[in-house]
Each structure stands twice: as structure tokens, then as C-alpha cells.
């Protein structure tokens, strides 16, 4: 008998209609003759109005442990009422917390990594013929044995995870739009749906901002050969799949170029902040000290540019990108080190944007990076910064001008398409 890891986001869930939708759905899975794993996000935007309830009783992220402890009930509300309702149809399910169904973690809150899955309760549980639901987005930590959660999206992960431990014949991602798009479908309305997708390019567009799929399920997905197939709960449409190994990608059919699309879309991200530390010794270790300093507050630098010395001043400007979330805590940290780094000053801006091209394509054709820049000169976009790998070309942008710089280079590699992509729920908090 087939295992199918199904995992319902927020927009699929957000009320006793959603609920109830999603219970038939996963039922009629069954009763096609698989076992079914489920792995339910937070109703609707309830996460964002916890974090929102929790500002007002506190300021901001002073308290870590008890986030999580309130950020992984909104999880156990959705796994206990799609429970009752899949109860309610006549068919026998039993949910469990993270910590129930063996997700444990490391003791970081707010961003826990998996370090082991144990799912015995679930492997008993569907083999006695029961639908088991699992809360996403939370484990234990052995080391604390406190909740913690995965961070933002980590529903994906959790359920990637579970397949992964369970050998699952695959894991569909349920979401608000029909897969993954040549573009976010809420900025671009042209934006065309994606068959199938290297694993490789959907980690890019992952790590560029396409909120669509959690990165690390994706990197999880591809260490583990986890197929994903993402799609929407709201109709019956083929998603995109993710495939793990090129090798399965060459399923071509007659008639089809042999060859992938240059580009296979763009992503973008409002979700970073910009950090320049001014006037830095440049002398050798300053860039070591600086980066040392901010991961040390465990915070994921992404783009990094250090300008060239102002001729004599033997002194340097560094700038980089990380999460606004990990903002605060990283600029108090650079700012108690300021003294002994002997840097003249730090400065913050929280109004960028970054937009991303990616492509397998682009690695073997030339010519890619003067079309990307052209368009966003065209729509007279200013460039803050740059960064490349070999499939993929970002900048940083100011965010009012973000939107309108992802319609043009989307039209400027012609991935435009006729139909207008469908948003079904879901309000893109
Ligand atoms: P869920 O609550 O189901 O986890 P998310 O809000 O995390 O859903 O992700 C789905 C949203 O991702 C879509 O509604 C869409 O606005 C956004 N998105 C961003 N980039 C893309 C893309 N390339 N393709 C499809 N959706 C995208
Ligand atoms: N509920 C969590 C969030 O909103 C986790 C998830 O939905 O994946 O980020
Ligand atoms: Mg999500």
C-alpha cells in the first residue's frame, strides 16, 4: 500500500468550510488506497495574530521559549478540529503535536532544527487503519525538552521530514495557488504554471523569497529523494512537481525540446534588511570579526558587497542582507563589538526589496545577465546591490519600486503567459 504525506497550509484551513473541505479530501485519499499522513499548518493568518497579540502584552521577541510555546498551539487548534471533522464523515484519524509524532529538534527557538524523527505513534496509528494528523511547524529538543518551533513556513519541513522518515511515496504540499509559477501569481498575474522543476532550481527560488515552499523542505526533500508535488486544495489541477534527481526530470515527451527553458522564473523577497557597517579597518580579519559577531546571533547572512577603500582613508564600507526578524538582535550585537572592531558606524534600512532570475539555462547561455539588467533599466530601476550563482542573478532594490521591477524582467525573458493564474484564498500576510 502507497504513503501519501499530504500537508494543508494556513489558506487551506482558515475556517470550519476549509476544514471540512480538506477533511473529505484526505478521506477520499484513503479510500483510493493509501495510507495518509497529514500535516496541518495554522488556520488562516492565526500565527501572524498571535505574534501580533503577543507584541501587545510584551515588546517584541524578548521572550523566545514562550513564543513557541504560543506559536505551536495554533497548529494543535487545526490538527484537532480536522480530527473531528474527519470523524464527523464517518472515517477514524488521530492527531499529534510535533513532539508526539518524534520531531526533535535542537533547542533554538524560533528557528529548531530537525535532529531525529521518530514517528512510531504514526506508523502505529496508520497501520491500525487510522488517518494520522500531524501539528507542523513544532518539535522537542531533547537537550531543554521544551517546544520549539521551526520558523516561518516550517509546516513544509515538517512534512517533508515525516515522508522522508516514513518512505513515503511522495509529499503534496496543498496550498492557494495551482503549483509553483514563473512568478509569485499575487504580483504577477500572467505568471504561467511550472510542470516539473529540478530540486536545484526550486532551492533557488526558495532561498530568493518564493514563499511557496519552506527552503530547508526543500533541501531536506533533496538529500532524502523526496518527491514533492505542490498544488492547490481548492481544485483538482496537476501541480508542479519537484524532483529530486535530474535523472528523474528526462521524462520527455514527443515533440518537446530536449533542452530546459533558460529561466524558469522570478523570485523576489521583502522580508530583508540591509546592514552597512561604515568606515572598517581594512586590514586583514575586520570582515571575519563583523561576520563572526553577527553569527553569533545565529542570523543567516545572505547577500554580502564590500566597497573598495576610499583611497587612503585605509578604511572600508561592508554591507549585507539578513531576515528583519534578526535585525534587532543583530545590530545590538555589532553595536556593543563597535569599540573593539574599530568601525566608525552602522547603518539600517529596512526598505529594500530583492528580486531574483534563476535558471538552469543560464549557466550555457550567454547573453542572460545584459537582457536582466537592460529591463531593469528600462523601468528605471535603481540597483543596490548584486550578487550571482552559476543559476541564478539577484539585486537589491528599493521595495517601492519591487513590484514593478518583477513584471519587467518576467516580461523581458517572455515568460508571460495568457491565462491569468488563479489565487484562490489566502491573503498573502
Ligand atoms: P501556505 O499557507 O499554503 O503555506 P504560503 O502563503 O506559504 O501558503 O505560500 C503560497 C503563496 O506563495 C502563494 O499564495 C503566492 O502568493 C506565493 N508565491 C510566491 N512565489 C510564488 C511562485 N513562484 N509560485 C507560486 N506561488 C508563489
Ligand atoms: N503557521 C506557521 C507560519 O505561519 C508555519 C506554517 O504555516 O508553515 O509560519
Ligand atoms: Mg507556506
Known sequence: MSLIVQKFGGSSVADAEGIKRVAQRVVDTQAAGHHVVVVVSAMGDSTD?????AAQV?????????????????ERISMALLAMAIHGIGASAQSFTGSQAGMITDAIHGKARIIDVSPHRIRTAIEKGDIAIVAGFQGMSRDSNDITTLGRGGSDTTAVALAAALDADVCEIYTDVDGVYTADPRVVPSAQKIDTISSEEMLEMAASGAKILHLRCVEYARRFGVPIHVRSSFSHNEGTWVLPSPDDQIKIQEGEPLEQPIISGVAHDRSEAKVTVVGVPDIPGKAAEIFGIVAGTNTNIDMIVQNVSTHGSGRTDISFTLPIVDGAEALAALGEA????????????ETIGKLSLI???????????????RALSDAGVNIDMISTSEIRISVVTGADLL???????????????DITATVYAGTGR
Not at 563597535?338 to 534600512?349: A, C, I, K, L, P
Not at 514593478?404 to 503567459?417: I, K, S, Y
Open 58 to 74: 510584551s515588546p517584541a521577541s524578548s521572550d523566545a521559549r514562550e513564543m513557541d510555546m504560543l506559536l505551536s498551539a495554533g
Open 338 to 349: 563597535q569599540d573593539r572592531v574599530g568601525f566608525e558606524s552602522v547603518e539600517y534600512n
Open 49 to 53: 495574530e498571535l505574534l501580533d497579540l
Open 403 to 417: 513590484d514593478t521591477a518583477v513584471r519587467a524582467v518576467h516580461a523581458a525573458f517572455e515568460l508571460d503567459g
Open 359 to 373: 535558471g538552469a539555462g543560464m549557466r550555457s547561455n550567454p547573453g542572460v545577465s545584459y537582457r536582466f539588467f
